[in-house]
């Protein structure tokens, strides 16, 4: 392994792959010394941007079937075997679109504000009916702007299918 080469981690046992990392230093030997509790010398330090994970690999990808595979447990693949890998392992890039992206935040940052808004006027000082009508007229637009948020996700998610929410099937 040379730093900058293109890594997957694939667990033999559990028939899991993740990835992709990047090398970050060459491979070397006891890079450190108690990962793993030391059962696997062979190490190479390495960066990510996102991982992701695919189960049941060696079903979809049959090179990567245990008996591939001879101490020291590497295996080198082809380019298009790693092409292949790639893009099954890099998720697909979903497109906010940006009035909605700007709705949610707009919301998050308006409930962050009622949610301070509540604290300072439980913690203020003053007639505790005053306080108490206060907190519920705060309350209330909180609710509003709680309920304008679960609206805008739900939206999203119709758009974008990215949570998969169960309301919108």
Known sequence: MRKGD????YNIDTDVLFGPFIAE?????????????????AQVRVKW????ILRNASAKFGYLK??????????????????ELL???????VMVPDQLKFEIQQLD???HTLAHRMEEIMCSKGHL????????RVKSEFIAKMRDFVWAVRKLDKQTGILELPSNK
């Open 87 to 93: 893009k099954a392992l890099t998720p697909a890039r």
């Open 66 to 83: 245990v008996s591939s595979f001879k101490p020291p447990y590497t295996l080198r693949l082809s380019e298009e075997q790693g092409r």
């Open 25 to 41: 230093s060459d491979g070397a030997l006891n890079i450190e010394p108690d990962a793993w509790d030391g059962r696997f010398p």
């Open 6 to 9: 293109i890594l997957f981690l």
């Open 109 to 111: 940052l308006d409930i």
């Open 129 to 136: 009916a005053d306080r108490e009508i206060n907190l519920d």
């Open 49 to 52: 941007e996102a991982i992701s």
